[in-house]
């Protein structure tokens, strides 16, 4: 019998208790012994909880108890989660976690410490959701040379976008069906001002490449500044506009990492992933191209990942999977700035500038020709360029949106 504690009762630790109650069966055979959750930890009454007689606001009960051998962290953000994790790893316990920030922030350090303690750290729910990519990643394709991660990462943001761009919802009503729905963070900041991609790109990146990728330090752009203009000339480019994090390595060895809204082709795979589905690419010297889908948010999605990770630490109590990256040298992250790319610019600047600085371009749309593009508006995309060349050419613009463009 493995006894589990876990931390936080919010959408997915409370998930991660009805999907252990609910297929106890099935899981009790997969994990090879009985799995029943022993505490939850939580500042929080739940007196109407079925899980009531479980909870405790004491960390120390978990921590002191040799009973329980696996800790689920589900409290999200790096301050008690950081000090409960550290210390579970500490006492000899294996912990479990949904938390990016953490991951993305922490994770090389807490690793460090799982290996001396010859425990496991374990974090499937961290990046997709409900979708198996990191142990793809630390696993199925360790074979490979891999020089290219991307994809749509935070089922917010794709939601918001998929119901502007298919049911005309308005920006602020969609977040809130998305919060309705437990897709979105405590602070929705984190999605829209895409932080929360940008943890999970750095975690792929750190999984891909072998080194940390701090989350800090990577440009990252959310759909804050999107419109519906946007999204109508991406259409008649026969492009779509999803919010993608993306990180590939250079033939220097150096890393490129970002979040930003991309213009990406309708024929691409990733133009069909909507709501809040995510969908994530992988690129290996073996492989090939590889991409994984599904519920990229939601509580039960979430706490499917979980709940195997607990399985998982359950079969390798004294078998430490091996899991982890290197610290970076300082110049190892490559400049956003530097990166060739084609760009999708939309600006209130006219046509005798738009020629002098890009010569002869096809427009795609011009004032009057669209009724919501305004009497001074025109869009264009741009032959690849750098950010630095392409803000030279922009000097004076106009300049009301700029993304990538992924062909
Ligand atoms: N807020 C996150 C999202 C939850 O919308 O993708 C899953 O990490």
């Given at each position: 019998?493995?006894?589990?504690?876990?931390?936080?009762?919010?959408?997915?630790?409370?998930?991660?208790?009805e999907v252990i109650s609910?297929?106890?069966?099935?899981?009790?055979?997969?994990?090879?012994?009985?799995?029943?959750?022993?505490?939850?930890?939580?500042?929080?009454?739940?007196?109407?909880?079925?899980?009531?007689?479980?909870?405790?606001?004491?960390?120390?009960?978990?921590?002191?108890?040799?009973?329980?051998?696996?800790?689920?962290?589900?409290?999200?953000?790096?301050?008690?989660?950081?000090?409960?994790?550290?210390?579970?790893?500490?006492?000899?316990?294996?912990?479990?976690?949904?938390?990016?920030?953490?991951?993305?922030?922490?994770?090389?350090?807490?690793?460090?410490?799982?290996?001396?303690?010859?425990?496991?750290?374990?974090?499937?729910?961290?990046?997709g959701g409900g979708i198996?990519?990191?142990?793809?990643?630390?696993?199925?394709?360790?074979?490979?040379?891999?020089?290219?991660?991307?994809?749509?990462?935070?089922?917010?943001?794709?939601?918001?976008?998929?119901?502007?761009?298919?049911?005309?919802?308005?920006?602020?009503?969609?977040?809130?069906?998305?919060?309705?729905?437990?897709?979105?963070?405590?602070?929705?900041?984190?999605?829209?001002?895409?932080?929360?991609?940008?943890?999970?790109?750095?975690?792929?990146?750190?999984?891909?490449?072998?080194?940390?990728?701090?989350?800090?330090?990577?440009?990252?752009?959310?759909?804050?500044?999107?419109?519906?203009?946007?999204?109508?000339?991406?259409?008649?480019?026969?492009?779509?506009?999803?919010?993608?994090?993306?990180?590939?390595?250079?033939?220097?060895?150096?890393?490129?990492?970002?979040?930003?809204?991309?213009?990406?082709?309708?024929?691409?795979?990733?133009?069909?992933?909507?709501?809040?589905?995510?969908?994530?690419?992988?690129?290996?010297?073996?492989?090939?191209?590889?991409?994984?889908?599904?519920?990229?948010?939601?509580?039960?999605?979430?706490?499917?990942?979980?709940?195997?990770?607990?399985?998982?630490?359950?079969?390798?109590?004294?078998?430490?999977k091996y899991i982890g990256?290197?610290?970076?040298?300082?110049?190892?992250?490559?400049?956003?700035?530097?990166?060739?790319?084609?760009?999708?610019?939309?600006?209130?600047?006219?046509?005798?500038?738009?020629?002098?600085?890009?010569?002869?371009?096809?427009?795609?749309?011009?004032?009057?020709?669209?009724?919501?593009?305004?009497?001074?508006?025109?869009?264009?995309?741009?032959?690849?360029?750098?950010?630095?060349?392409?803000?030279?050419?922009?000097?004076?613009?106009?300049?009301?949106?700029?993304?990538?463009?992924?062909?």
């Amino acid at each position: 019998m493995a006894k589990i504690a876990v931390l936080g009762f919010g959408t997915v630790g409370s998930g991660v208790c009805e999907v252990i109650s609910e297929n106890h069966e099935s899981i009790a055979h997969n994990a090879a012994e009985e799995i029943s959750v022993k505490y939850i930890v939580d500042i929080r009454d739940f007196p109407d909880s079925p899980f009531a007689g479980l909870m405790t606001k004491d960390f120390s009960l978990v921590e002191n108890d040799p009973e329980v051998t696996i800790v689920v962290e589900t409290i999200g953000g790096c301050r008690v989660a950081y000090d409960y994790t550290r210390r579970a790893l500490l006492a000899g316990k294996s912990v479990v976690t949904s938390n990016k920030e953490l991951v993305a922030s922490h994770g090389h350090e807490l690793l460090a410490i799982a290996k001396e303690k010859n425990v496991n750290y374990l974090f499937e729910a961290s990046v997709g959701g409900g979708i198996p990519i990191i142990r793809p990643m630390t696993q199925c394709l360790t074979a490979n040379e891999l020089d290219e991660v991307y994809g749509i990462l935070n089922g917010t943001t794709n939601y918001i976008l998929t119901s502007m761009v298919q049911d005309g919802a308005a920006f602020e009503d969609a977040l809130k069906e998305a919060q309705r729905r437990g897709y979105a963070e405590q602070d929705p900041t984190a999605d829209i001002e895409g932080y929360d991609a940008a943890r999970k790109i750095c975690i792929l990146a750190d999984l891909a490449f072998g080194k940390n990728v701090d989350p800090d330090k990577i440009s990252v752009r959310g759909i804050s500044g999107v419109t519906a203009n946007d999204v109508e000339y991406a259409r008649r480019l026969g492009y779509k506009l999803k919010l993608l994090g993306r990180a590939h390595r250079l033939p220097d060895g150096r890393v490129n990492a970002y979040v930003s809204p991309h213009l990406i082709s309708k024929t691409s795979l990733l133009s069909n992933v909507d709501g809040v589905m995510n969908g994530i690419v992988v690129h290996g010297n073996a492989l090939g191209e590889a991409m994984f889908y599904g519920a990229g948010a939601g509580k039960r999605p979430t706490a499917s990942a979980v709940v195997a990770d607990v399985i998982d630490a359950a079969k390798h109590r004294k078998a430490r999977k091996y899991i982890g990256w290197d610290d970076s040298e300082e110049d190892y992250l490559a400049d956003f700035m530097d990166q060739p790319m084609r760009w999708y610019v939309r600006t209130g600047s006219g046509l005798r500038e738009i020629g002098t600085a890009f010569g002869n371009l096809r427009l795609i749309s011009y004032p009057g020709e669209y009724p919501g593009a305004g009497p001074d508006e025109y869009a264009f995309a741009t032959p690849v360029m750098t950010r630095r060349e392409l803000d030279e050419k922009l000097r004076g613009f106009d300049v009301r949106s700029l993304f990538p463009i992924l062909d």
